[in-house]
Structures are given as C-alpha cells and as structure tokens.
C-alpha cells in the first residue's frame, strides 16, 4: 500500500484536489490517503495538531472519522524528542517550531485519549483499511 498521499491543496507542496479522499486502488496498489475534511479538504496531518487549537483539530477529526469512517494521520519521530531544543540552530522554520517536543507529546496523548472515547472507533493496522481496498 501507499499511505503518502495527501488529498488537499496546500501551497507550495500539494494540488490533490481531485483525487479521492478515502483508501481506493491505482495500479494494484492500495492507496491510503492521509485524511483530510469532508467538503474542504482541510489536512488533518502533523502540522495541523502543531498548529490548531486542540479543540478544533479534534473536532475537524470527530467529524471526518464520523463522515469516513476512518482517520488516517502520520507524525515524524523529531517533533516530540528534545530536538526541538535545537530547533532554531537546525533552521527548523518558525512556523513548524510551535508546539514543538514535550508539548506536542502532550497533544498526541490528548488526541489519542479523545479518540478512545469516540463511539465505535477502534485503532487498527493500517494494512487493514488497505485490504478492504479493491485492487
């Protein structure tokens, strides 16, 4: 499968407005999509939770999960580990910056802790939502 797409526009990186926004197959391979909001397509991947507030992040998730049936995000390894410390040093943009380390371990804890309590939702395999894909 292929999780690396991201189904939004975001300036400068993604034109994926016309592509599907839940797993679909291209070529054999299950495509699993990072999420995005229904209608808008807003991204919903690690620089949202850096940078919305928590509230709106978990409800743009609720609502996507509740609309899909599926939320699909990825994180990298540096933003929660005392790199951050260093971040200015390494050129990290300002912008990417926030919340930066401990406080976004604290994020991912509370964005889990939210998901547990989210009637009939489950964590699962990614290779699950890729094998429900028809290929």
Same mark, same amino acid.
């Given at each position: 499968? =292929?999780? %690396?797409? =991201? $189904?939004?526009?975001?300036?400068?990186?993604?034109?994926?407005?016309?592509?599907?926004?839940? +797993?679909?197959?291209?070529?054999?391979?299950?495509?699993?999509?990072?999420?995005?909001? +229904?209608?808008?397509?807003? +991204?919903?991947?690690?620089?949202a939770?850096?940078?919305? $507030?928590?509230?709106?992040?978990?409800?743009? @998730?609720?609502?996507?999960?509740?609309?899909?049936?599926?939320? !699909?995000?990825?994180?990298?390894?540096?933003?929660? %580990? %005392?790199?951050?410390e260093?971040?200015?040093?390494?050129?990290?943009?300002?912008? !990417?910056? !926030? =919340?930066?380390?401990? +406080?976004?371990?604290g994020?991912?804890?509370?964005?889990?802790?939210?998901?547990?309590?989210?009637?009939?939702?489950?964590?699962?395999?990614?290779?699950?939502?890729?094998?429900? @894909?028809?290929?």
């Amino acid at each position: 499968y =292929n999780s %690396s797409l =991201n $189904p939004a526009f975001v300036p400068g990186r993604y034109m994926h407005l016309t592509t599907p926004r839940t +797993p679909f197959a291209k070529g054999g391979l299950a495509q699993v999509p990072a999420s995005v909001t +229904p209608w808008i397509r807003f +991204p919903l991947f690690w620089l949202a939770l850096h940078l919305l $507030p928590e509230g709106l992040y978990h409800a743009l @998730v609720r609502r996507t999960l509740r609309h899909d049936g599926h939320f !699909v995000t990825y994180f990298h390894p540096w933003e929660f %580990s %005392s790199l951050s410390e260093r971040a200015a040093e390494l050129k990290v943009p300002r912008l !990417v910056r !926030v =919340n930066l380390g401990r +406080p976004m371990v604290g994020r991912l804890e509370r964005l889990v802790a939210m998901l547990k309590r989210e009637p009939g939702a489950e964590f699962v395999a990614i290779r699950e939502l890729a094998e429900n @894909v028809r290929r």
